[in-house]
């Protein structure tokens, strides 16, 4: 509700010019709704940490907001009352304040694991930690961070923004890389696999973007699918990655469970192609021979050569000859023999 010394104030406030919306104008009681009142009060008013009210309460597009010496305090229909402050209200700003993607908070802040705090807001959730700064965390990337137990799981705080990439988006975390494309959702990447993706090129080279999270399979070993291809790791092996014809040959193996183990290098050159090393053999490719189970490309036996002509100048009909352009041929020049001159008399192929 607003009373009689709210409307008052605002009117008063519209018509100072230069100072509109200071404290000076008005007492708080005259200048705050209830809801705004009410949470600055929550948080020890003047003698809180947001300190005395610097403007009176001003109306956004959709809701109202009052700023005081440390902070500002946001209200909105859907939202509450919530106060801003230090690096959220920074990083808040920095997005559009409550027209941009978070829009209005939703909480206060929250303290968390390891010195941290968060915030809720409408499209997301601000995190801070000592070590990280300020970073939002929204849509299918708060969903996943969510489910892998959000700061207190491998991925820690967020250390950036979300990065738009060719296809999709990114954003680090202290223990990893998460990744989003329309086609795949979105999936970490941390580890060695992380230390695999960098060397295969990232999303830009022959894995694409991750498709899954990390799985658990045979020997104490994990594995993780991408859009073109598949990256392993076991104690014994490290982490490798499989792509196009590699992969397929080693799932005609069974994959880790089949003959060939887990791979233990990354696709290397060899004469005549590539190769993969494995725990219990090799594939080697080339655009000649596709892939080769425990064959080498050099091996495999090329097209018998055409055989070379006699030394010298020699046809071996007179279609030959005459393709050569060297028809007809006399007696005495090259490539001339008695077997192409059919009537004997000294001119052949004419």
């Given at each position: 509700m607003r009373g009689r010394g709210f409307a008052a104030a605002l009117a008063l406030l519209a018509g100072v010019a230069g100072?509109?919306?200071t404290a000076g104008a008005a007492q708080a009681a005259d200048c705050l709704q209830p809801a705004v009142q009410a949470r600055w009060d929550q948080l020890g008013g003047a003698a809180g940490p947001l300190g005395p009210l610097t403007a009176c309460e001003q109306p956004t597009a959709t809701g109202t907001f009052a700023t005081f010496r440390s902070g500002a305090v946001y209200w909105s229909p859907a939202s509450g009352a919530w106060d801003v402050s230090g690096s959220f209200r920074d990083l808040w700003a920095s997005t559009g304040w409550e027209n941009g993607f978070l829009r209005y908070p939703t909480?206060?802040?929250?303290?968390?694991?390891?010195?941290?705090?968060?915030?809720?807001?409408q499209g997301g959730t601000l995190?801070?930690?000592?070590?990280?700064?300020?970073?939002?965390?929204?849509?299918?990337?708060?969903?996943l961070f969510a489910s892998l137990g959000y700061e207190n799981g491998f991925l820690g705080y967020p250390t950036s923004q979300e990065v738009p990439i060719r296809g999709g988006v990114f954003q680090l975390f202290q223990g990893g890389v998460a990744y989003w494309s329309p086609s795949t959702g979105a999936h970490t990447v941390s580890g060695s696999f992380r230390d695999v993706y960098?060397?295969?090129?990232?999303?830009?080279?022959?894995?694409?973007?991750?498709?899954?999270q990390e799985l658990p399979t045979t020997g104490g070993g994990v594995y993780q699918r991408f859009q073109g291809g598949?990256?392993?790791?076991?104690?014994?092996?490290?982490?490798?990655?499989?792509?196009g014809a590699f992969l397929e040959a080693y799932a005609t193996t069974g994959y880790?469970?089949?003959?060939?183990?887990?791979?233990v290098s990354d696709e290397h050159p060899v004469t005549g192609g590539l190769?993969?090393?494995?725990?219990?053999?090799?594939?080697?490719?080339?655009?000649?021979?596709?892939?080769?189970?425990?064959?080498?490309?050099?091996?495999?036996?090329?097209?018998?050569?055409?055989?070379?002509?006699?030394?010298?100048?020699?046809?071996?009909?007179?279609?030959?000859?005459?393709?050569?352009?060297?028809?007809?041929?006399?007696?005495?020049?090259?490539?001339?023999?008695?077997?192409?001159?059919?009537?004997?008399?000294?001119v052949a192929c004419e």
């Open positions: 100072g509109a919306g909480s206060g802040e929250s303290r968390i694991a390891r010195g941290g705090v968060f915030q809720g807001y995190y801070w930690s000592p070590g990280t700064a300020a970073h939002s965390v929204t849509g299918s990337f708060l969903q960098a060397r295969t090129g990232y999303e830009g080279g022959c894995l694409g973007y991750p498709a899954t598949t990256a392993y790791w076991s104690p014994a092996s490290g982490a490798h990655a499989l792509c880790e469970n089949g003959s060939l183990g887990y791979p190769r993969v090393d494995f725990q219990r053999g090799f594939v080697e490719w080339s655009a000649a021979t596709g892939a080769l189970v425990n064959r080498t490309v050099a091996s495999v036996t090329a097209p018998a050569p055409t055989p070379a002509p006699p030394s010298g100048t020699y046809y071996a009909n007179c279609a030959a000859a005459r393709a050569a352009g060297a028809a007809p041929l006399y007696r005495g020049e090259p490539g001339y023999r008695p077997a192409l001159d059919r009537d004997g008399d000294g």
